[in-house]
């Protein structure tokens, strides 16, 4: 099965650098038209080009694909309804976002500066939030879309001095589990990928043989599946070195306390069953856990 995306449009964000130029090379490559989306800027965030995105446009004109780049700072959601303006002017739809713009300001959670909180959050929650709100009216007058956030294993495990990464990394999933439910009717599906790679975000951080074992080019046939035809749906999928794993979400079944035990004392005598993880739940909806509880309850107060 070769997975191909001829007369499909692709938007990837911060594609000017690391694992998005990875994307949109590998996306072009397969055919899709794509819009190199990079506002250029340093590590953390800061200054503004447009230059690494159009470098990107260039490589991918160069082996004969379709490519504009884009400068929008994915913060700012005007910019990025504009990016997908010109992209629907241009190729007249947007099939695919991978919502892969990201800087670091890390720091210990006490010298954390308010500037360095929000402007992570920012870029990573927000600047998906807006690309992905972007494109929805057109995904769903297509009754197609494929989108791609890019998450973390240091929001979906934690890793210090990573808080405020982290809380926006685990936000992207958030942002996720409930478009899958809200685009579900509408042929669109949503997926989170969890990189590890050597890019300048992770460079002084790895030595160089480390380095050499983690390409972007290991991650970006995940985030391809993810953007395919026939991508799941939900899914938290982790690549990098040549390794590709899912995440699952599971919730114990629990204990369903009596009256009488509804305090502080009986939870903490009975935290072993509580805790009990042999027969878990796997809800993909919120209201999938209400309703085990209510039923569980309505079935104590009925015995
Ligand atoms: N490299 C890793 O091991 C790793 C691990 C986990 C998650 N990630 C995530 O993967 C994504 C790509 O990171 P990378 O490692 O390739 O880093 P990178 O710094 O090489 O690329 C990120 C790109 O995003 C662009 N960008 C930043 N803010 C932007 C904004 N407001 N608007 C538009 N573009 C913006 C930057 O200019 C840069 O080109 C990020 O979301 C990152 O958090 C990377």
């Given at each position: 099965m070769t997975i191909r995306f001829d007369g499909k449009v692709a938007i990837v964000t911060?594609?000017?650098?690391?694992l998005g130029r990875a994307h949109a090379m590998e996306l072009a490559r397969r055919g899709a038209k794509v819009?190199?989306?990079?506002?250029?800027?340093?590590?953390?965030?800061t200054g503004a080009s447009l230059s690494p995105a159009e470098r990107v446009a260039g490589e991918i004109h160069a082996m004969a694909g379709e490519a504009i780049a884009d400068g929008a700072d994915v913060t700012d959601a005007d910019q990025c309804r504009a990016m997908v303006a010109a992209a629907q002017r241009k190729?007249?739809?947007?099939?695919i976002l991978i919502n892969n713009a990201g800087i670091l300001r890390d720091k210990s959670f006490p010298k954390m500066s308010d500037s360095d909180w929000s402007a992570v959050i920012d870029v990573h929650l927000n600047g998906s939030a807006n690309c992905t709100r972007a494109v929805w009216p057109l995904m769903r007058e297509q009754n197609y879309g494929r989108v791609v956030m890019t998450t973390s294993t240091s929001g979906l495990y934690g890793n210090f001095g990573q808080a405020n990464y982290g809380a926006a990394k685990m936000g992207v999933v958030g942002l996720m589990r409930t478009l899958v439910i809200e685009g579900a009717k509408y042929g669109i599906r949503l997926n989170c990928l969890a990189p590890t790679a050597a890019t300048r975000m992770t460079e002084d951080i790895l030595t160089p043989d480390l380095l050499d074992m983690l390409k972007p080019e290991y991650v970006t046939p995940a985030a391809i599946f993810l953007a395919s035809e026939d991508a799941p749906n939900g899914e938290v999928m982790l690549a990098g070195a040549g390794h590709y794993s899912v995440l699952e979400w599971r919730e114990s079944k629990g204990a369903h306390l009596a009256e009488a035990d509804r305090n502080a004392d009986a939870v903490a005598a009975n935290y072993a069953a509580i805790a009990a993880m042999d027969d878990p739940d796997m809800f993909t909806e919120g209201r999938q856990h209400v309703t085990k509880i209510l039923q569980a309850e309505a079935a104590m107060r009925k015995s």
């Open positions: 911060g594609a000017g650098n690391g819009v190199v989306n990079d506002f250029g800027g340093a590590r953390d965030g190729w007249g739809r947007v099939d």
